[in-house]
C-alpha cells in the first residue's frame, strides 16, 4: 500500500500560479503510473495529468500548455506546476498512484481561482 498526502491548494487570482505536491510513503517501489485528477462541484472526477515510471506524461486538453506534472524520486514526491490558472480550473486535486499491488488515492486539495 502507498499513502499519499497532497499539498499547495490555495485561494489564487485568475492568471496565477500554484505548485501542488504529493508526498508518498510505504511501497513505493513497486510505483510505475503516478497521475493527478480533479473533481469540480458537481461534476465528475476527470484526469488533469500523468506520468509513467519512464517519464513519458500526458495532459488533459484542458490543461496542455499551462500544466506541468513532474515528480522528485529522491524527495518522493509527485508535483502538478499549474500556470495562468483560470476559474474553471476550481476543483478539489487528488493524487492517484498506481503499483504492482495497488491503486492510492490522496485525501484531495482545494484549488480555487477567482478574483
Known amino acids: 500500500q502507498v499513502q499519499l498526502v497532497e499539498s499547495g491548494g490555495d485561494l489564487v487570482q485568475p492568471g496565477g500560479s500554484l505548485r501542488l505536491s504529493c508526498a508518498a510513503s510505504?511501497?513505493?517501489?513497486?510505483?510505475?503510473?503516478m497521475a493527478w485528477y480533479r473533481q469540480a462541484p458537481g461534476k465528475q472526477r476527470e484526469l488533469v495529468a500523468s506520468?509513467?515510471?519512464?517519464?513519458?506524461?500526458n495532459y488533459a486538453d484542458s490543461v496542455m500548455g499551462r500544466f506541468i506534472i513532474s515528480r522528485d524520486n529522491a524527495k518522493n514526491t509527485l508535483y502538478l506546476q499549474m500556470n495562468s490558472l483560470k476559474p474553471e480550473d476550481t476543483a478539489v486535486y487528488y493524487c492517484?498512484?498506481?503499483?504492482?499491488?495497488?491503486?492510492?488515492w490522496g485525501q484531495g486539495t482545494r484549488v480555487t481561482v477567482s478574483s
Open positions: 492517484n498512484v498506481h503499483s504492482t499491488l495497488s491503486v492510492s
Open positions: 510505504g511501497n513505493i517501489f513497486s510505483i510505475y503510473f
Open positions: 506520468i509513467t515510471s519512464g517519464d513519458s506524461t
